[in-house]
């Protein structure tokens, strides 16, 4: 199993659009501009950042949606949408191994 795993290629560290069709990419497009503009709060992870999201239904929908349309084009990222009991704050996890971090940051154009 340990070889399997380091058998495994690891995708390049970088965004490839090209599996996309252009209404797929619309649609990732709208949807990231939309989420990125609700973030609430951003907190710095050892291997990405975990950001606050608004906790109604359609925030987490789109989120939700986004996520699977961006592992599409970014295998390298891992994501998490962690939804806390009670009502309690909604947060996306990017993370991914040495490199992503960094990545995400340009990007971001930090």
Avoid: H, N
């Avoid at 649609?27 to 975990?50: H, N, Q």
């Avoid at 939700?64 to 592992?71: F, I, K, P, S």
């Amino acid at each position: 199993m340990e070889e399997a795993m380091s058998a495994r290629r690891e995708s390049p560290i970088a965004c490839i659009l090209e599996p996309f069709s252009p209404a797929e990419r619309a649609r990732w497009e709208e949807l990231g501009t939309k989420w990125r503009a609700s973030v609430l709060e951003i907190r710095e992870l050892p291997d990405g950042y975990a950001l606050r999201i608004p906790s109604d239904a359609a925030s987490v929908l789109a989120v939700a949606e986004w996520m699977t349309l961006d592992r599409v084009c970014c295998p390298f990222l891992g994501f998490a949408l962690e939804i806390e009991r009670e009502g309690g704050p909604v947060w996306l996890r990017l993370t991914g191994r040495t490199g992503v971090k960094e990545f995400m940051q340009q990007a971001a154009g930090r």
